[in-house]
């Protein structure tokens, strides 16, 4: 199936960087939005994004002027109708996303494919609104858009083989790198990603470690920055609705850290309002009073911190995702290489399973078993993990583990 057109519903910082990627590659684009003011809005967007590329020699005037007439802005639904892709990047509420493709499904032919942005929730639910949930699959891009180079393609339960082909084909094209992640709370980066960004939490109201320390060492590790900046970038109240979520589909293994409800009740949202986990970039003496009333509260305080305590919780909920095919060991550290920063070599083999195939499956084992005995379940090995060292899998030593060198 040839695309030429596609619509994008939502004309925000995720839907405008999808309009421009996708005008940048060729694609005719109609961006929607509620009303012209916020469609101009994003339209804007894009023009100055296009307009920084020129500036730094990384797009010619003639690309950026070509780009920006192949964009076409409207707040009629009914100007979808000829789109064969329509990608939706609206606010994560499934009644209105699911309200929006029901709409389109009774407009659109049937050949139309529907594609989700969503970060959160289900492909399969929000799939139930259209008429051939076969034709519709998760496209999760990650922000900025344009310079993040990973896309999920999500397939729901219905999702068509043709529907994956198509959404792995249109990544590629607007030059992403493209993983094909089985649909589950969390998709798979944020899945992967979020039981270290929790234990940061913990180490941090355990009194484990300073912030300032906890973020240097996992920066000294290889990432691009510290769980704990990061948390407050992206919003403690956005921490506060991410972690219940997971700990309802996952159990013990997605433990919700205290301090999250606890810097949300005290007003420090993170960067956004200038305080959270840090003020001016340092714990003020009003953070470590929360984290010393949590510790009061649980009696746990002092605990044990190193950068593998939290990159533990990483690999373990890898292998969970590998046992449940959520996706392969080659996508899952590309996906955390490319969406997370994760530590890769000159040749971008990186990753939790390579890290762990590095430094020994049983060694891993036995470092998961410590932290459960003195932190709790939420370390409890996952059995796959178990059944490799008990076969002799156990990484570049054996020359066999989750990857085979």
């Known amino acids: 199936m040839e695309i030429r057109e596609v619509g994008v519903l939502g004309a925000g910082t995720m839907g405008s960087g999808i309009g421009q990627v996708l005008a940048q590659s060729g694609f005719e684009v109609v961006l929607l939005d509620v009303s012209a003011e916020v469609v101009k809005g994003g339209f804007e967007r894009i023009e100055g994004s296009l307009s920084r590329n020129v500036e730094k020699g990384r797009l010619s005037p003639k690309d950026k002027e070509e ?111 493209p993983v094909q992640v089985s649909d589950c709370p969390g998709f798979l980066v944020n899945r992967v990603f979020m039981p270290y960004a929790g234990e940061a939490m913990f180490a941090a109201q355990e009194g484990a470690a300073n912030p300032v320390d906890i973020d240097e060492s996992m920066k000294a590790f290889g990432f691009p920055m510290g769980p704990l900046v990061l948390n407050d970038m992206v919003g403690i109240d956005v921490g506060c609705h991410t972690f219940p979520t997971l700990h309802e589909s996952y159990g013990e293994r997605f433990h919700v850290p205290l301090l999250f409800e606890r810097l949300f009740k005290a007003g420090r949202l993170g960067s956004k309002v200038g305080k959270g986990i840090y003020v001016d970039g340092k714990a003020d003496p009003e953070f470590f009073e929360i984290a010393r009333g949590i510790q009061k509260e649980t009696g746990i305080k002092n605990t044990e911190f190193s950068a593998e305590r939290l990159v533990l919780r990483q690999v373990n909920e890898a292998v969970c995702c590998l046992q449940e095919k959520i996706a392969t060991a080659e996508d899952i550290d590309r996906a955390m290489v490319l969406g997370t920063g994760f530590p890769a070599d000159e040749k971008g083999r990186g990753g939790p399973l390579h890290w762990a195939d590095q430094m020994g499956l049983d060694w891993v084992l036995e470092r998961l078993e410590h932290f459960q005995e003195t932190l709790g379940g939420r370390f409890l090995p996952h059995f796959l993990l178990r059944q490799y060292v008990a076969a002799g899998y156990l990484g570049i030593k054996t020359k066999k583990g989750f990857f085979e060198y």
């Open 67 to 177: 780009s920006l007439e192949r964009i076409r802005l409207t707040t009629k639904v009914e100007e979808l109708r000829e789109a064969a892709l329509i990608v939706e990047a609206v606010v994560e509420d499934i009644g209105a996303k699911a309200g929006l493709f029901k709409r389109l499904s009774d407009l659109c032919p049937h050949e139309t494919v529907f594609a989700s942005n969503t970060s959160t929730l289900s492909i399969t639910e929000i799939a139930r609104s259209v008429s051939r949930p076969e034709r519709f699959l998760g496209l999760h891009f990650f922000n900025p858009v344009p310079s993040m180079r990973l896309v999920e393609v999500v397939r729901g339960l219905q999702t068509s083989e043709e529907t994956l082909e198509l959404g792995m084909n249109v990544a590629k094209k607007i030059k992403k790198v």
